[in-house]
């Protein structure tokens, strides 16, 4: 009935535009999904990897510099950014990476680099509507402002912190930076004066972080005690605290469904857990995967999700609606995060 009034008044074509417009904006471009391929960055494999979305087979592979990890996907879907942190882990990275690698997602293949030197360690990535992507560097304590047409970055903030994950907003105001184990709070930087204009202190520092589809919230998880953190983002300050079931130890990065109704969180050793985003003091949802889960990729349709096993080299099949694990299958050497575009 809406749709017959509208169209009386402003015409069919201009309401398709509007409802292709509205949807558009629903769109989060940071927790990505898609019905076209299924995009695996395996850290340990030195590789990127692409699988068919719907028999989950690996259709494509290539070698790419050592410990690729986290990616932002371009909002066409057409390239996927993927940092090179280099050959050690958090703490101990004796040869930090210094680009990022720039793919073609339909051709399956590399097609250049950003070199951000001097800046070193790039790690997690965040991308806006403008196809701007954020970058921290955490050996070097930045967050780089990137353009990937020029291949030029535009501006390095001091994250104060080591900063190793970074969660931007979808309207991309501000990004939040978690700061691990080496500072105790969360960094808040304003994307347009490109300051730091907030310190959220939460426990004993961050292991993963998300802003909610909306940006009304930022989820983050403690590093060393099972606790997920609810940030409010107009006011910069925790409103809430889970206790997270099933393991007494961190638990690591956050994710909503793109409806924005579940949160998923990867523990430390071998689980996850099913949070309602509208209860999160309700029950709680805790099944086993693989060894050391830390990263996931859900369908478009919200029914599916994979969690990346890093410790063993599988990806975990979650069915959402039931909650239950359908399948385990072997995928690279050890993939740490993925998605479906």
């Not at 907003?169 to 907030?198: C, F, G, H, M």
């Amino acid at each position: 009935m809406l749709t017959r009034y509208l169209s009386r008044f402003i015409g069919l074509p201009a309401l398709l535009v509007l409802a292709g417009t509205v949807h558009a904006a629903k769109v989060d471009l940071n927790n990505p999904t898609g019905s076209t391929g299924v995009l695996m960055i395996d850290k340990l494999g030195h590789h990127i990897r692409f699988f068919d979305p719907v028999t989950l087979k690996e259709t494509a592979n290539f070698e790419v510099a050592i410990n690729p990890h986290d990616f932002a996907i371009s909002p066409d879907h057409k390239t996927a950014y993927v940092p090179i942190y280099g050959d050690g882990v958090y703490g101990r990275n004796p040869n930090p990476g210094h680009t990022i690698s720039i793919i073609d997602l339909a051709a399956h293949k590399e097609i250049g680099t950003i070199d951000v030197s001097p800046y070193q360690a790039p790690h997690g990535i965040q991308i806006d509507s403008n196809g701007i992507i954020y970058v921290t560097c955490d050996l070097s304590r930045k967050l780089l402002v990137i353009d990937p047409k020029s291949r030029s970055i535009k501006a390095a903030i001091d994250t104060e912190g080591t900063g190793h994950w970074v969660a931007v907003l979808p309207d991309a105001s501000k990004a939040y930076i978690a700061n691990k184990n080496d500072k105790t709070y969360v960094t808040v930087i304003d994307l347009k004066t490109r300051k730091v204009v907030n310190r959220i202190e939460v426990g004993k520092g961050t292991q993963g972080i998300v802003a909610s589809p909306d940006g009304k919230h930022v989820l983050a998880v403690d590093y060393s005690d099972p606790v997920l953190y609810v940030i409010e983002t107009a006011s910069d300050t925790v409103v809430d605290k889970v206790t997270l079931e099933g393991n007494p130890r961190g638990w690591f990065k956050p994710r909503y469904t793109p409806d924005g109704a579940k949160i998923l969180v990867c523990d430390s050793a071998a689980g996850m857990t099913i949070l309602d985003a509208a209860d999160l003091h309700g029950k709680q949802h805790f099944l086993t995967v693989g060894r050391n889960p830390m990263g996931f990729a859900i369908s478009a349709d919200g029914n599916t999700a994979l969690v990346a096993n890093h410790g063993d080299g599988t990806v975990s099949v979650v069915d959402l609606k039931e909650p239950r694990v359908v399948k385990t299958f072997t995928a690279g050497t050890g993939i740490e995060t993925l998605a479906y575009y």
